[in-house]
């Protein structure tokens, strides 16, 4: 009995060898799968800070609008000080750099968040409001009382107001910013 096909001598090892680098492919595939894994973990988890981030500055400007609504008197609104200022100037108006310091000198909302990642609270969104003087509005004109039948009627003065926010993710590390104008 005859043997046909090539001579054993010349196959010594290859199937080892086949199989060692099929090992190899595979491991690798396995490798580059749980890091894409664990990049969108990474995505996921970022995403949700981000969100709780802007959540509480959405918060902070509610918690502005509330102080505004619940105003006394406009007109001497933002001559109390602390995180109320005026914006008199085109300059101001358009180079504003008070969000800046929002994280020291900003009002604190009312608002907490429980982080079960750093084990307390995220830190508390803050909010400035600058009261912009109407002259700096576009297109904004002062208007005279109007006389309907025999009763003159004073037409209300408007008020125009930036209020700055921000707010922080769990353990602080997500910020966000966010900027509002308001017409009263």
């Given at each position: 009995m005859t043997r046909s096909g090539p001579p054993r001598g010349n196959q010594r090892g290859a199937a080892l060898l086949i199989t060692l680098i099929?090992?190899?492919l595979i491991s690798l595939l396995a490798f580059g799968a749980s890091q894409a894994t664990r990049t969108q973990q990474q995505l996921a988890t970022n995403e949700a800070a981000s969100q709780i981030a802007f959540q509480g500055a959405e918060a902070g400007?509610?918690?502005?609008e509330d102080v505004l609504d619940n105003a006394n008197e406009l007109a001497l609104f933002c001559n109390a000080g602390g995180a109320l200022y005026n914006i008199t100037t085109q300059d101001d108006l358009d180079n504003d750099t008070r969000w800046q310091s929002l994280e020291s000198l900003?009002?604190?909302?009312?608002?907490?968040?429980?982080?079960?990642?750093?084990?307390?609270?995220?830190?508390?969104?803050?909010y400035m409001?600058?009261?912009?003087?109407?002259?700096?509005v576009?297109?904004?004109?002062?208007?005279?009382?109007?006389?309907?039948?025999?009763?003159?009627?004073?037409?209300?003065?408007r008020y125009f107001f930036r209020v700055f926010?921000?707010?922080?993710?769990?353990?602080g590390r997500a910020?966000?910013?966010?900027e509002a104008r308001y017409v009263y």
């Amino acid at each position: 009995m005859t043997r046909s096909g090539p001579p054993r001598g010349n196959q010594r090892g290859a199937a080892l060898l086949i199989t060692l680098i099929l090992v190899a492919l595979i491991s690798l595939l396995a490798f580059g799968a749980s890091q894409a894994t664990r990049t969108q973990q990474q995505l996921a988890t970022n995403e949700a800070a981000s969100q709780i981030a802007f959540q509480g500055a959405e918060a902070g400007l509610r918690a502005a609008e509330d102080v505004l609504d619940n105003a006394n008197e406009l007109a001497l609104f933002c001559n109390a000080g602390g995180a109320l200022y005026n914006i008199t100037t085109q300059d101001d108006l358009d180079n504003d750099t008070r969000w800046q310091s929002l994280e020291s000198l900003g009002a604190v909302a009312d608002f907490t968040l429980y982080s079960s990642d750093s084990g307390g609270f995220v830190p508390a969104p803050r909010y400035m409001i600058g009261c912009i003087t109407p002259a700096l509005v576009d297109d904004y004109q002062v208007v005279d009382p109007a006389v309907k039948g025999q009763i003159e009627e004073d037409p209300e003065q408007r008020y125009f107001f930036r209020v700055f926010s921000i707010g922080f993710g769990p353990g602080g590390r997500a910020i966000q910013h966010l900027e509002a104008r308001y017409v009263y």
